[in-house]
């Protein structure tokens, strides 16, 4: 499924994809493709809405 996240770093829009096959929640490290910060993506289905919730926050070293 094509959706996407913004950068926790500059708050750029980032395109990508949620495998729904891989689950209800995910967790993955992607890095914006503006600024190449490392952001952790976390996506989570939400059984109300039908849909995927994704939410990001940087990478910590």
């Given at each position: 499924?094509?959706?996407?996240?913004?950068?926790?770093?500059?708050?750029?829009?980032n395109?990508?994809?949620?495998?729904?096959?891989?689950?209800r929640?995910?967790?993955?490290?992607?890095?914006?493709?503006?600024?190449?910060?490392?952001n952790?993506?976390?996506?989570?289905?939400?059984?109300?809405?039908?849909?995927?919730?994704?939410?990001?926050?940087?990478?910590?070293?």
């Open positions: 499924m094509e959706t996407g996240f913004q950068c926790a770093g500059c708050g750029e829009w395109q990508t994809t949620v495998d729904e096959s891989a689950g929640i995910q967790s993955y490290v992607e890095d914006c493709q503006v600024c190449c910060k490392p952790v993506v976390r996506v989570q289905y939400d059984t109300r809405e039908h849909e995927f919730v994704i939410t990001a926050q940087l990478e910590s070293l």
